[in-house]
């Protein structure tokens, strides 16, 4: 039976990849900031763990307790929307801890057992915008885009040992909690010079016919951790396929 780490599963695409695997016969370590059992099917598979990716010693000790990780998603992530003017840097110090260096030091901490025993998978979920950037996420795209070329490149010096590393890249997805979440980020509201630019992204989002269903992310990630000829970059999603598609 194999065993799935998944990062950030208290709520969106986590919560559903963990679902996901465990109606699939998977072995599940679902990680979690503030772990709450009641949110998925009570199963002997299931494991619900604290972890907060920027938390050192909580990354060490929950790998270390967690017995043989075949695939390790790094999922948890947030959000920030706001020019660069009205992005203080402790926020912009924020995304990047929990989405590129999180994402760093959990691969760090399974890559020993993969390796010592020549198989394992890394995915990474970043996201669309780094395909075709959008005004307002400028630091959010950087931490994300980060993590593909970390990925791309950790790929090649993983490739001997048989460990696969691979990113998922979901497009806008209203429906899971990260807009609330990162809105609690934004009180500051926008720096007025801006508002016209604010105005038009928003504008922008009420008009877009694509949006992208948990349910394609779950899928994406089941093809990167289960088939070995999966391409270094899955998009998820109706709009992030057809970004990917024309960004070819
Ligand atoms: N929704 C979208 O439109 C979209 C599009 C593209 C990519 N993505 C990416 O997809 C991933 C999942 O997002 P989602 O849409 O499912 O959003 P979500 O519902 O807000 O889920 C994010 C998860 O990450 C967790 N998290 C945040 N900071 C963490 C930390 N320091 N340590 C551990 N867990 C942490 C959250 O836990 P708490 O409950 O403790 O906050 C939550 O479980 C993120 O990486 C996001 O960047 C989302």
């Known amino acids: 039976m194999k065993t799935i780490m998944i990062t950030g599963c208290s709520s969106g695409f986590g919560l559903d990849i963990a679902r996901y695997f465990l109606d699939r016969q998977w072995r599940v370590i679902a990680t979690m900031r503030a772990p709450r059992e009641d949110i ?13 990716v ?3 010693a909580g990354i060490e000790q929950s790998v270390a307790t967690a017995g043989p990780i075949d695939v390790l998603v790094n999922n ?6 706001n020019p660069l003017e009205g992005t203080p840097m402790a926020t912009a110090r ?10 760093i030091a959990m691969t760090r901490a399974v890559l020993p057992q993969m390796r010592e025993r020549k198989s394992g998978v890394i995915v990474n979920v970043t996201s669309s915008v780094t395909l075709k950037s959008l005004p307002l996420l400028s630091v959010y795209t950087a931490s994300k ?13 993983l490739q001997p040992f ?18 609330d979440n990162a809105r609690a980020r934004m009180q500051d509201g926008f720096p007025e010079p801006y508002k016209a630019i604010v105005e038009g992204v928003f504008a922008g989002w009420q008009k877009d016919s694509l ?9 994406a990630v089941w093809r990167a951790a289960t088939d070995p000829s999966c391409p270094m970059r ?12 024309s960004a070819k």
Request: hydrophobic content about 50%; glycine content about 8%; overall charge negative.
């Open 76 to 81: 948890a992530g947030i959000g920030f929307l």
């Open 162 to 179: 048989g460990i696969r590393a691979v990113l998922v890249l979901p497009g806008r997805a209203p429906q899971t909690k990260f807009g």
């Open 54 to 56: 920027t938390k050192a």
């Open 234 to 245: 899955v998009p998820a999603g109706a709009d992030a396929e057809a970004l990917f598609a």
């Open 145 to 157: 885009a980060a993590v593909n070329a970390f990925t791309e490149s950790l790929a090649f010096e």
């Open 40 to 52: 998925l099917p009570a199963s002997e598979r299931l494991r619900v763990v604290p972890l907060d």
């Open 211 to 219: 949006t992208t269903d948990s349910r394609a992310v779950t899928e």
């Open 94 to 103: 924020d995304v990047f801890e929990t989405n590129t260096l999180g994402t």
